[in-house]
């Protein structure tokens, strides 16, 4: 550039629009990279969430001697792109649903809620928890836990004795 001439050359400016050109394109991956991560742990806290509170309203009533008042239930959702089915814990004595576990392929695929152990003192619980449909990639997870009512446990232990 001479002393007399003003302004860039276009190499300079080619350049510079290459440059700003590799910035932008990071930080527009950079972007699209955290609302992935942003979406999945979404995801898993939804299920964590409803994975806690169906663990601790189950417990409680079975240590009551009242898991028989819950069932897992199936919901049928019509939406536009058709017919969704999910599992949902539901109060039998209020008809009440409570929170939805699991979306599923078909209402046939809920499991039963419990099963009373041969102990005769504990109920093991199954829950299933996410997108259990076979044609995504999602998580399901299935978690069995095993809850022993108060009252049995004190007559077994008693007559133990």
Same mark, same amino acid.
């Given at each position: &550039?001479?002393?007399?001439?003003?302004?860039?050359?276009?190499?300079?400016? &080619?350049?510079? &629009?290459?440059?700003?050109?590799?910035?932008?394109?990071?930080?527009?991956? $950079?972007?699209?990279?955290?609302?992935?991560?942003?979406?999945?742990?979404?995801?898993?806290?939804? *299920?964590?969430?409803? +994975?806690?509170?169906? =663990?601790?309203? $189950?417990?409680?009533?079975?240590? *009551?001697?009242?898991?028989?008042? @819950?069932?897992?239930?199936?919901?049928?959702?019509?939406?536009?792109?058709?017919?969704?089915? @999910?599992?949902?814990?539901?109060?039998?004595?209020?008809?009440?649903? +409570?929170?939805?576990?699991?979306?599923?392929?078909?209402? !046939?695929?809920?499991?039963?809620? @419990?099963?009373?152990? !041969?102990?005769?003192?504990?109920?093991? =619980?199954? $829950? +299933?928890?996410?997108?259990?449909?076979?044609?995504?990639? !999602?998580?399901?997870?299935?978690?069995? +836990?095993? #809850?022993?009512?108060?009252?049995? #446990?004190?007559?077994?232990?008693?007559?133990?004795?």
């Amino acid at each position: &550039m001479t002393s007399g001439q003003r302004g860039f050359t276009l190499v300079e400016v &080619m350049v510079a &629009m290459a440059i700003g050109t590799v910035i932008i394109l990071g930080a527009g991956q $950079l972007f699209l990279t955290t609302f992935q991560t942003f979406r999945a742990v979404d995801a898993v806290s939804r *299920k964590q969430e409803a +994975l806690v509170f169906a =663990v601790n309203t $189950l417990t409680q009533a079975a240590r *009551k001697g009242n898991i028989a008042n @819950y069932t897992i239930a199936p919901d049928e959702r019509r939406t536009d792109g058709g017919t969704r089915h @999910y599992c949902v814990l539901q109060d039998e004595r209020q008809h009440q649903p +409570l929170v939805d576990l699991a979306q599923v392929d078909s209402a !046939a695929e809920c499991p039963a809620l @419990y099963e009373a152990n !041969a102990d005769g003192v504990s109920t093991s =619980v199954t $829950l +299933l928890v996410g997108d259990c449909r076979e044609s995504t990639n !999602a998580t399901c997870d299935q978690f069995t +836990l095993t #809850v022993s009512e108060r009252d049995r #446990v004190a007559a077994f232990l008693e007559a133990r004795s």
